[in-house]
């Protein structure tokens, strides 16, 4: 999916205002764990949020160059719950942030079909994988532990070229918690990232059998998001700090 000429200028014109008009009132700590950083996005076609607590992590286009944030605005495609996306200020608001926000429904029907069937060369993908928000008490709504969905193996199985990058989240219930209107300002956010050639990562994780690979992308994707997610002593749910 490629956006006209106009929603492209718009999309970038809105992360870019975000990313500068946020600069004084959220301080970043980031960490790369890849050898590769910043000069490896031109490659990125894959997106991957884990951690996710907040609907402000838009915050983190604050970590994208402008380079990447016109790409973005170009070819971009998230899918987005439905119960999201037809929220008036909410739905509106990602629209307007990223022309390839696609809606779909929490079950593998003919709205994820058509996602995945969306994915061409052109495309950069983005997602969040455990399809659903951390609550304060570290579950989800309800009452069930995170965990990362098999969408993501689909994912991972249409692409072939390109990059990775895993954008690890250290929680942002100290700015917004979900259901709290206005968020907090003034805060620190703790990121690390990382790169990886998907052509490397597919190939390190081969298995025969389809539904093989696919298991073994959600494991290896949710022992990531388990071991190095960055501790966030502020996130309600962290009740210690993890062992080093």
């Not at 895993?166 to 209107?181: D, E």
């Not at 597919?202 to 025969?208: H, N, V």
């Not at 190095?228 to 062992?243: D, F, G, M, S, V």
Request: proline share 6%; hydrophobic share 40%.
């Amino acid at each position: 999916m490629r956006a006209n000429r106009f929603a492209q200028i718009f999309s970038f014109s809105v992360m870019s205002t975000l990313k500068i008009v946020t600069w004084p009132f959220y301080r970043f700590e980031n960490k790369w764990i890849s050898e590769q950083s910043y000069e490896a996005f031109d490659d990125v076609k894959l997106v991957v949020l884990l951690n996710h607590t907040s609907l402000y992590e838009t915050l983190f286009v604050r970590l994208a160059p402008f380079r990447f944030l016109w790409r973005i605005a170009r070819h971009m495609l998230v899918p987005v719950a439905d119960i999201t996306t037809n929220r008036p200020i909410v739905g509106a608001f990602f629209h307007a942030l990223v022309p390839g926000v696609v809606p779909i429904s929490r079950r593998r029907d003919e709205s994820w079909n058509n996602f995945l069937e969306s994915i061409n060369e052109e495309a950069i993908v983005a997602i969040l994988p455990e399809g659903r928000m951390r609550r304060q008490d570290g579950k989800d709504k309800h009452g069930k532990p995170m965990s990362v969905r098999s969408g993501i193996a689909d994912i991972i199985e249409k692409i072939d070229r390109g990059n990775i990058l895993f954008v690890y989240s250290g929680g942002l219930h100290h700015i917004q918690v979900p259901g709290q209107r206005f968020p907090k300002l003034f805060k620190k956010i703790k990121t690390h990232m990382e790169v990886v050639s998907i052509e490397e990562y597919k190939k390190a994780l081969y298995q025969p059998a389809a539904n093989s690979r696919k298991i073994a992308f959600v494991r290896d994707i949710q022992s990531r998001l388990e071991k190095l997610t960055p501790y966030c002593e502020q996130q309600p749910y962290n009740k210690q700090k993890p062992e080093s």
